[in-house]
């Protein structure tokens, strides 16, 4: 059974490794083809749950290229025959074995294959799910979010009551200011967010309620 069901989309959340980064398996729920995003280092436990709930993974996709949401990748193409989405930003970050959260997770990661390079404005379509790609760089400078059915998937730019770090190799925090006080403004307020870490939250709560949020809005 799915955590979530919204406009269309099925969601399932799966906290992987020692930083429990959320993989999220989104569906549509017509055909239950899949788009796998955030694969941490265990892919296992996502294709147990692919064949459990009878899914079809058509993409896999990364929200930016840290390690701690990289790491299961390598294994999950192997199986499915499948590359990787990233901005172009982060790309080579992803297919480098010396990736940046190396500086902090003490460990070098296999290279992902990336087979796609995203832009802002992309769109990406798996079955009836239509997902819109956003550029949010400043936790790294190809971070993303992906906005559709209701859902927005920030990675580890905004978090329930928190936000990402700027001090790793790729922040900004010029960029994560622009990022958090312009571009997620932009967006409705009653999207449910799905973030790289942590429990759901929802766009306007966090807009209105988050301290760190308030803090970048007064800077």
């Known amino acids: 059974m799915a955590d979530l069901r919204s406009e269309g989309a099925l969601v399932w959340q799966l906290p ?94 296999e290279p992902v294959r990336v087979s796609r390079s995203l832009s802002d404005g992309d769109t990406l379509q798996v079955g009836e799910l239509r997902l819109r790609v956003i550029h949010t760089p400043g936790h790294t400078r190809g971070s993303v979010c992906l906005a559709g059915h209701g859902l927005l998937v920030s990675g580890d730019l905004l978090f329930a009551g928190g936000v990402g770090r700027t001090d790793l190799p790729g922040g900004d925090d010029a960029e994560m200011r622009r990022s958090l006080t312009e571009v997620l403004p932009s967006l409705e307020p009653d999207l449910t967010v799905l973030p790289g870490h942590g429990p759901t939250t929802t766009l306007g709560h966090e807009l209105t309620t988050n301290d760190y949020v308030a803090m970048y809005r007064r800077s």
């Open 16 to 109: 992987l490794g020692a930083l429990g980064t959320n993989c999220y398996v989104i569906a549509c729920e017509a055909g239950r083809r899949a788009v796998v995003i955030d694969c941490g280092d265990d892919a296992g436990a996502v294709m147990d749950l692919v064949e459990r709930e009878g899914l079809t993974i058509d993409c896999l996709l990364a929200t930016h290229g840290h390690a701690d949401h990289l790491g299961g990748f390598p294994q999950l193409s192997e199986a499915t025959g499948l590359g990787v989405a990233i901005h172009a930003a982060d790309r080579a970050m992803a297919e480098s074995k010396q990736h940046a959260a190396v500086v902090f997770m003490g460990w070098v990661p």
